[in-house]
């Protein structure tokens, strides 16, 4: 029993090849999703614990956000800890003290909620083996800290894992699960592992719609039902381009997957268009740039306008001549890769 101490994880953010887009009951997933983990924009999260001198059995929080008290940042982390409060009874007869980092401009509109949910729930559960001096094996270990970041957002739960996770049932994967993502690293043919993503950022602005206003927007969508057999089909076939390197069909499903996103949320009632002028004005650049050269260059978006855009590591070059004739000066790109998935600092 540790009475008072401090750990620190960090956690990546990740890049969805099947999107996540549609839940029930507690962040469960109406589909299957699967994703690359990614490396450079991550959130390094320290946690801090002591006895409380009164016992009063409340939630004693306090949190920084890069060194500094930022409420709003507060506010969905101190949400998340009373939602699972039950399951770790210490957490009310302690003071915690929570100081978070990214290592991506807040300003860069990249989704925080991914690396930021994993590296909470990560320190959450590592806590709670220090204090309650539970043992567990690694595989436990990710599973619970998954099923936990899950709860903070959906696609926490695929962070944590090296180079790639599905999440949620399918019939390809029988230990997938809807309660926790699991790694597929083994599955993966070697181009994947040294994979590019380079988020081209086309809009630093807040997000028109929340994802979990847009999770909402799925229930009385038309199409929901066809888009989550779809992405059942899409994760089953998925596998197997990811085992045998077949990259045109990875892309294929890679660009419908973003574009379906889009569409459902055009679709919704209120519709919401998420992209930018600029999204599709690049969109066709990229198109165009495969026709013409051949090379295995895709793109995806999230919730947002910002363009990923995934490649093998031998097109690099002529992805940054691509890039630098395309872009104007002072557009932003995140260059980033498959990663190692989360990892215990102290
Ligand atoms: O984790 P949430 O609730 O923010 O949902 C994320 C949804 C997408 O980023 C659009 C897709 C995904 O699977 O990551």
Not at 177 to 186: F, K, L, P, R, W
Not at 188 to 210: A, M, Q
Request: aromatic letters at 10%; one cysteine or more.
């Amino acid at each position: 029993m540790v009475d008072s101490g401090m750990i620190k994880w960090e956690s990546p953010s990740n890049i969805a090849i099947v999107k996540y887009w549609g839940k029930y009951g507690r962040q469960m997933p109406r589909n299957t999703s699967v994703s690359f983990t990614l490396s450079e924009a991550k959130t390094i999260t320290s946690f801090f614990w002591e006895p409380k001198e009164n016992d009063n059995p409340s939630l004693d929080i306090s949190f920084l956000f890069e060194g500094q008290e930022k409420p709003g940042f507060a506010q969905k982390s101190i949400q998340f800890l009373n939602q699972v409060a039950d399951d770790f009874t210490w957490l009310k007869h302690h003071k915690i003290k929570i100081d978070t980092t990214n290592t991506f401009p807040h300003s860069a509109g990249i989704a925080s909620s991914a690396s930021g949910m994993s590296a909470l729930a990560a320190c959450l559960v590592d806590a709670h083996l220090s204090i309650t001096g539970e043992n567990t094996d690694e595989d436990a270990f990710l599973k619970k800290v998954s099923s936990y970041a899950r709860i903070g957002s959906g696609s926490a739960a695929r962070s944590l894992f090296k180079s790639a996770a599905i999440w949620g049932k399918n019939e390809r994967i029988p230990y997938a699960s809807d309660e926790y993502a699991v790694g597929i690293e083994n599955y993966l043919h070697p181009i994947f592992l040294d994979f590019h993503d380079d988020i081209i950022i086309v809009s630093n602005k807040e997000k028109s719609v929340s994802s979990s206003a847009g999770h909402g927007l799925m229930e009385g969508n038309p199409y929901a039902p066809a888009r989550y057999a779809q992405a059942q089909n899409h994760s089953f076939d998925l596998m197997d381009y990811l085992e045998n390197g077949d990259l045109k069909r990875f892309g294929e499903i890679l660009e419908l997957e973003a574009m379906t996103l889009h569409a459902l949320m055009m679709a919704s009632t209120p519709s919401f268009i998420l992209m930018a002028p600029e999204s599709l004005h690049l969109i066709a650049k990229i198109r165009s740039f495969r026709n013409d050269t051949g090379l295995p260059v895709y793109f995806t978006l999230d919730a947002g306008p910002n363009i990923h855009l995934l490649y093998p590591d031998d097109c690099k070059t002529e992805v940054d001549l691509f890039l630098k004739d395309t872009l104007s000066a002072d557009v932003k790109v995140i260059k980033d890769r498959v990663g190692q998935g989360a990892q215990k600092l102290l």
